[in-house]
């Protein structure tokens, strides 16, 4: 047995034979008496193509692994144009008339050099990127293809590192796991490992080796171990995590495009909480039937100005578009207590949590609550947005963002910009207040989607930030569930929806509680949504009981 040790950078056990990964072998063409000006179109044209490629992997990346992975090739192909580092071939070709793929190698060099000397660790990790780029366009120079898996049966894919491009170009139905001598947790590599659920580890270093190509292994992308032929104790602790796991992950498979439905025909829409459109990859990955709580602060938390209707028409309409017409709850602008924003300048507060925050700044802000309607409505038209106004307490509140609702789409009708007039509208359940009103909030609007977290914090007068309070902060309390049971009647008396969006949505133990209150939908993480419908599929509505709302 041979036991190595890295840095596990992809959960996950795999099990199969070390492949040893081999590149194109390509070697280039030196030359003493180039000729400058031929080199320079010839590397125009290696540029050129580079980029149509890079064009055609980030919309495979796009499709595969989301929007975070295809952007990293949008960066490769800024890279392949990057002023300074094209300068640096061209300044190779007029003083050392060396051939275009030494001058390309060159420039390669020498700023994969200084990314590397760079304190910041992400910094060094993208000198990986720069020499992949210089390795395509040399490569196209010499009219070189990429090298692949040439394995009948799925490997473990072993490198000394691999480059983004060449992790995303290989046939992933052949790949159980990733193994590498050197990259870090920050690579593309782990990143792209991550986000397409494959087993990685890197930074094994020299005891990697092209000799153990072909062997048996087992790897654990938690604990970072490597075990080739493993001896019968270690085999048998890697094996039982490995059953553990397959068990797990064909129960969940079997799960993807199943319908959110108890045994005896109960439906439960089960949606995702993002916040950011890179989240979407996570949802479709998880099957997720629609977003059911976008958190849009994300922009304004990320920016160091308010974010224009543009850039927020952007993101919000990148979801829609990408959800295909699934339902997409967008809640407005819910900042103030635990999430500041310095360019909102808003007044030191003694207690926060019940201070100037969510709605109420929009309705004190009307410009701000404007500019951000006008996005969302102009992203209506590309998809199925809903539009949720958080921390609710008086029906005049929603009267109110119902009129700025009206006043923004006759202002889209005037300009003739597109959009859907018939976009929900709906309200956060989470005050107390809320909860007491909630037939007349009903009558204003298309859904409720109730926010555990605050309705627990206001419920129950707990501090949801402070981690001293323990059990009395407690999401079961008879008071917070028979508020839920409050709200559901009031919605379905107005022939409402009603569903949650707070952390106990994701609760397996809840779940038959849910239904028996007659819980509508559950918004919950994306990975919990596969658990959730297994548990779904099993339950009977009809025998599901109150009992947890006696004290
Ligand atoms: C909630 O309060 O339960 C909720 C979903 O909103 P947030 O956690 O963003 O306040
Ligand atoms: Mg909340």
Redesign the pocket.
Known sequence: MILMQGKGVSKGVAHGPIYFFRRAEAVSARAQNADPETEKQRIAAAQEQAIAQLEQLAEKAREEAGDEAAVLFETHAMFVEDEDYVDCMMTALDERHCSAEEAVELAGKEFAAMLAAMDDAYMQARAADIQDVTRRIVNNLMGVAEGGIESDVPVILAADDLAPSETLQLDKSKILGFITQGGSGNSHTAILARTMGIPAICGLGESLSAEMNGRDAYIDGDTGQVAIEPDEITLGAFQAKFETQREMKELMEAMKGQKDVTLDGRDMMLYC?IGSPEDVAAVQANDGQGIG?F?SEFLYLAASDYPSEEEQFRAYKAVASAMGGKRVVIRTL?IGADKQVDYFKLQKEENPALGVRAIRICLNRPEVFRTQLRALYRASAYGKVAIMF?MITSVWEVKECKRACQKVMAELDKEGVPYRRDTEIGV?I?TPASIFVAEELAREVDFFS??????TQYTLACDRQANDLGKFFDPHHPAVLRALKMAADAAHKAGIWIGI???LGADLEMLETFLAIGIDELSVAPTAVLPLRAKIRKSIAKTCTLERLES
């Open positions: 909480n709580l958190r819910d958080p956060m989470e109730v926010g555990t977290n605050d309705l969006c707070g952390e």
